[in-house]
């Protein structure tokens, strides 16, 4: 086996588990939670002790209002996200259209939301990182804009360091980062996300 050979099929085989876990991660389409609107959704808020990720949140760039709620999914997804209200009538209210996982830094997250509709449902989730503020109001997200070059250097400066393989960050363009800003429920300082409900 030659030494490009070789070197491809080792990198294939450490590329290829993470690809898998993360297309794993999440389903493969949306799912419809029927019945689910803002004000069902506040109903079901009011009676949680909720996290700073849980709310509603609106989504400025595509005109939507959101509910994140807790969520028990594979690989240490952990919330979904779920269109309550929007402009897009073709989109219907309690569709699920993406979920998020924490990382191991306490305000970044992994975001997944789905980027095509194949009929009624929605299909291929992107894989971002998202970032909560200090005071658990905006969540921004970066859409991928590097993406990795493989060079093969026949030459080979340096074969034994190298085995002739480099790889490149290669920057494509700059792009402002997008997210959600929350509307419900109110915190103060980001220390408080419930109400006090008094019977």
């Known amino acids: 086996m030659t030494r490009l ?3 491809t099929l080792l990198l294939l085989s450490v590329l290829l588990p993470s690809i898998a876990v993360a297309r794993d991660a999440v389903p493969k389409q949306s799912t419809v939670l ?3 609107d803002v004000d069902s ?3 079901r808020l009011d009676e949680l002790d909720l996290q700073p990720l849980e709310g509603i949140w609106y989504y400025p760039n595509e005109e939507m209002t959101l509910g994140i709620e807790r969520y028990r999914g594979q690989h240490n997804v952990a919330y979904r996200i779920i269109m309550l209200d929007s402009h897009d009538i073709n989109v219907m209210p309690g569709t699920v259209i993406g979920y998020i996982a924490p990382t191991a830094v306490d305000n970044k997250f992994m975001l997944w939301i789905y980027s095509e509709r194949d009929r009624i449902t929605l ?3 992107l894989e971002c990182v998202a970032t909560l503020n200090a005071t658990s109001t ?3 997200f ?3 804009h ?3 070059k493989v060079r093969f250097n026949l030459s080979r400066f340096l074969p034994t360091l190298f085995n002739g393989l480099s790889l490149i960050a290669d920057k494509v363009e700059e792009r402002q980062p997008i997210g959600f800003r929350k509307i419900y429920p109110e915190g103060v300082d980001g220390k408080r ?3 006090v409900r008094y019977l």
């Open 123 to 125: 299909v291929k989730p």
């Open 5 to 7: 050979a070789f070197t």
């Open 41 to 43: 959704m506040r109903l």
């Open 146 to 148: 590097w993406r990795l």
């Open 142 to 144: 970066d859409p991928p």
């Open 193 to 195: 996300f419930n109400r």
């Open 138 to 140: 905006t969540l921004t």
């Open 34 to 36: 029927r019945g689910l």
